[in-house]
């Protein structure tokens, strides 16, 4: 039982040392160590349980484990009888737990708001039996009362970000002087004399763009989407290829913002109709320089931007820690390491194919080979290969850029993307006349290629001569190694994934759980699964105009082809994914 003669007061080290000594978890050795050195935790200025925490003492409950932060505040949560609540900053509306108090005050009582609806307001506060605060902000918002316990380190952060940014974005309506202007470019709102317009060099709009791109590497975020409604705008985050809600802010400050990023980009700031491309160049978390790809369109309510966010880490990854197995690395580097052919990778925008394709290119461009790349735009510049742009608005399409590319002496050609015959028939003539061209095709899985290039146009008997293999690629979230479960797996489960093939059912697998650090989603990161078709002879004799997909599939097969769902099964037996996230991701061939 907690020491409630300190009611109404904050936890001291000396009632926290007591009560775990109480309830065993602390030695009395341990405890008159800690309280030996009282005066320097004052001098910290550390919760008392942050101080324990960071002195690495025993669990004297549980041998083995320690007395970290997150454990020491779980059990001042049910000594309590109080919540626990892991602060993630991607599942609270900051914009609306901001105005429930002020930061000064939050600060004084180290106390924050992680949620509002209709009836209550959550606090979240690291000091359970401290309530000088509670009547107060009762009173203030008409409304009940929740209290949770928190990490306190977690309350400080959090406290600090979040009310920097409600400040930088209060600062720019107010310089702004219009607290909601309706930006809808079909239901305009004329507002005779105003003449001002948010100045997008404004230190408040530099801070909210600031705090996006680093919210967004702090978060592995893959994508920043900033997208315009009739009176607010919407900022979310692709991570793990699921999109999330971050933050809501009024739609003339997300105005704003766009232009500080297409200033960035080097973007025309004043043409707003027109969908517009531009790249920048910035820093890290880690120091470490990214490339963002920008992309804004014309919408209803203004103008959408999405930033892409490549990570140069991905070009120096082995192909293992990409998903490849050992048999799949092999086929791969047997198909890219020959000095003429094409070779094709497939797959829908945000399967991966631009992170195995730079990986590929980055392992093959020595000092010995020209690399040349025509990219429509270029994803991430690399100083090792010669990049160039399509542009259409001066005719310089894939074809024509491959024309161009066939002058300069090249060894490894990438194109990428084979959209039209056009393009297709200079990267037959490029293979034919002795050089390896790598590019991307939009199939569903690596047979349908070769059905693509016929569909397109390009003679079998060229694609015959040329076509050194094809790889399709799926991206499928990974379980969080710290939550999953061990299951046992259904047999019709197996089946789903296996069918046609015949492969031995694993005893158990994991299941998603969810945790602190994976967000409660079960999955932290993404890996590829590989379906890889070098071309043969046996496959060559299958290619005509009447080529049947399903022969030509089975025959793959046949030969060691592993399908998309087969890679996935392998992945889910090692216990790196789920049966459902491999058939959410992958195509169903089991009736071929």
Not at 343 to 358: A, F
Not at 408 to 427: C, F, N, S
Not at 455 to 474: D, F, N, W
Not at 563 to 568: C, D, K, P
Request: hydrophobic fraction near 40%; charged fraction near 25%; aromatic fraction near 6%.
């Amino acid at each position: 039982m907690a020491a409630f003669k300190h009611r109404h007061q904050r936890l001291d080290l000396a009632t926290a040392v007591s009560d775990l000594l109480r309830s065993m978890h602390l030695s009395q050795g341990d405890a008159d160590r800690v309280l030996s050195k009282h005066r320097s935790a004052e001098q910290l200025k550390l919760h008392p349980l942050e101080y324990i925490a960071s002195l690495d003492l025993d669990n004297a409950s549980e041998p083995g484990k320690k007395l970290d932060l997150e454990w020491l505040i779980q059990w001042l949560a049910a000594l309590s009888g109080q919540d626990y609540f892991a602060i993630d900053p991607l599942k609270i509306d900051a914009s609306a737990i901001t105005p429930v108090m002020s930061r000064a005050y939050a600060l004084r009582h180290e106390i924050l708001a992680v949620d509002v609806n209709e009836n209550e307001v959550v606090i979240a506060s690291a000091h359970p039996w401290y309530s000088g605060w509670e009547d107060n902000l009762q009173h203030v918002n008409r409304k009940n009362i929740r209290r949770v316990i928190a990490n306190p380190a977690d309350i400080r952060r959090f406290t600090t970000e979040f009310y920097r940014i409600a400040q930088s974005v209060q600062g720019a309506i107010e310089n702004d002087g219009v607290q909601s202007t309706n930006l809808n470019s079909f239901e305009q709102m004329l507002e005779l004399g105003n003449m001002k317009s948010p100045d997008a060099n404004d230190q408040h709009i530099v801070n909210i763009v600031d705090w996006l791109l680093q919210y967004a590497f702090e978060q592995r975020a893959s994508d920043i989407h900033v997208e315009p409604r009739r009176d607010q705008c919407h900022l979310r985050f692709r991570i793990d290829g699921v999109l999330h809600s971050i933050y809501q802010m009024p739609a003339k400050v997300a105005a704003a913002v766009t232009s500080r990023i297409k200033i960035l980009g080097r973007m025309n700031v004043a043409e707003k109709r027109k969908p517009q491309d531009g790249r920048l160049k910035t820093v890290n978390l880690d120091g470490n320089e990214v490339e963002l790809r920008l992309s804004t369109l014309p919408t209803a309510f203004g103008e959408k931007l999405v930033m892409r966010i490549f990570d140069p880490e991905v070009l120096v990854k082995r192909f293992g820690d990409l998903g490849f197995s050992r048999e799949d690395e092999r086929r791969w580097k047997e198909m890219t390491s020959q000095t003429s052919g094409i070779v094709l990778v497939t797959g829908p925008t945000g399967s991966g194919k631009t992170t195995t394709l730079y990986s590929t290119l980055k392992k093959l461009a020595t000092e010995k080979v020209n690399v040349c790349t025509i990219e429509d735009p270029i994803e991430m510049v690399e100083a090792s290969f010669n990049q160039m742009q399509v542009q259409h608005n001066i005719d310089l399409t894939f074809a024509s850029g491959l024309r161009a590319l066939l002058r300069q002496d090249p060894d490894i050609i990438m194109v990428g993307e084979i959209r039209d015959l056009e393009t297709a028939e200079m990267a037959v003539q490029a293979a034919l006349t002795g050089h390896l061209v790598i590019s991307t095709l939009h199939t569903n899985d690596a047979p349908s290629a070769v059905t693509r290039l016929m569909e397109l146009g390009v003679p079998s008997y060229l694609i015959k001569a040329t076509l050194l293999g094809v790889m399709a690629q799926r991206l499928v979230r990974t379980l969080c190694p710290a939550c999953k479960q061990p299951v046992a797996i259904e047999k019709a489960d197996w089946q789903s994934l296996t069918k046609p093939w015949s492969a031995p059912q694993p005893g158990e697998v994991f299941s998603p759980s969810g945790c602190q650090e994976c967000r409660d989603t079960g999955y932290h990161g993404r890996a590829g699964l590989y379906e890889i078709m070098p071309m043969s002879d046996s496959l060559s004799k299958l290619l005509n105009q009447d080529a049947d997909i399903h022969q030509f599939r089975r025959q793959a097969a046949k030969e060691g082809m592993y399908s998309l769902r087969l890679s996935g099964a392998q992945k889910v037996a090692s216990g790196l994914t789920t049966v459902a996230e491999v058939i959410r991701v992958t195509p169903d061939h089991s009736n071929h």
